[in-house]
């Protein structure tokens, strides 16, 4: 199992337009950050996870070669709008559309967004996808079990959180986004997962999105192998910042690539 973090920053991406980022060290890479969204690999298969506004951009950086399944967290602008650049991937697939797993909300969003798209086949070029509201326990064609949960994202909102086992490898992933809190059956999910990776804004408490210090806790419980933060503010600094951090967490970064259960 292979993943590739597309972006890691938060809504309206790092550094931050109109603003002096003080405190950013812009000329560390690591401090440039698209908005959050993951690219996976398992059992074979191309899993995209999100795609937000710099979707494509990253896709040709980081070299994502095609898109065989596809979730939405949830249809917040940051993760819904680079869904567009879907369509070459289904050109890959001979036009057939991307079956795409999300909550309610997300399929709403996708079907409202996109109504030119919602066939099972592309025509002249355009998306096509299949959204679909994620059972609680599947499997993908290619052998991967999903488990998924919904997260509260403040009190008005809820955000996919996916469990994902590679069969040929036993290796699990979590990825909890956009999520103010992790409920206990999420912390059960997620139990001593290799990788798990996780909101975390800033240091600051936020009512729709993990702090550090709320992400740190939900780390500890789960007991992951590694746990990596995503979804950043301008407001954190990687070298300053990656300092302050306990064994086994980390900062993410655009292009971060972590493989588990590989040769
Ligand atoms: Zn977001
Ligand atoms: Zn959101």
């Not at 993943?3 to 560390?28: A, F, R, Y």
């Not at 951009?57 to 065989?68: E, F, H, I, S, T």
């Not at 795409?100 to 409202?112: Q, Y």
């Not at 806790?217 to 950043?232: K, L, P, Y």
Request: with cysteine; aromatic share 8%.
């Amino acid at each position: 199992m292979k993943i590739t973090l597309l972006g890691t920053g938060t809504s309206q991406g790092v550094p931050l337009l109109g603003h002096p980022n003080d405190g950013l060290d812009l000329s560390e890479p690591k401090n440039w950050r698209n908005r959050a969204c993951a690219h996976l690999v398992s059992d074979g298969a191309h899993i995209q996870i999100d795609a937000g506004p710099e979707f494509r951009l990253a896709c040709l950086k980081y070299n994502v070669p095609a898109v065989d399944y596809f979730f939405l967290t949830h249809g917040h602008s940051d993760h819904i709008l680079g869904m567009d650049d879907l369509r070459r991937f289904c050109d890959l697939r001979g036009g057939n559309a991307i079956p795409v797993w999300t909550t309610e909300e997300g399929k709403e969003r996708v079907e409202a967004i996109f109504p030119y798209g919602l066939h099972p086949k592309s025509t002249q070029g355009y998306i096509a996808l299949l959204p679909e509201i994620a059972p609680p326990d599947f499997t993908l064609p290619c052998g991967t079990r999903v488990q998924t949960i919904l997260l509260p994202h403040g009190p008005r909102f809820v955000s996919l959180g996916m469990v994902f086992t590679e069969k040929k490898s036993g290796a699990r992933l979590a990825y909890f986004t956009d999520c103010s809190d992790v409920p206990a059956e999420a912390i059960e999910l997620a139990r001593n997962v290799d990788i798990l990776i996780i909101d975390a804004l800033h240091r600051a408490p936020h009512p729709t999105h993990l702090n550090f210090e709320k992400a740190l806790d939900a780390a500890r419980t789960v007991c992951a192998g590694q746990t990596i933060f995503t979804h950043m503010t301008f407001r954190i600094d990687y070298a300053r910042d990656s300092a302050t951090l306990p064994e086994r967490v980390a900062l993410g970064y655009d292009g971060m690539t972590l493989r588990i259960g590989e040769e």
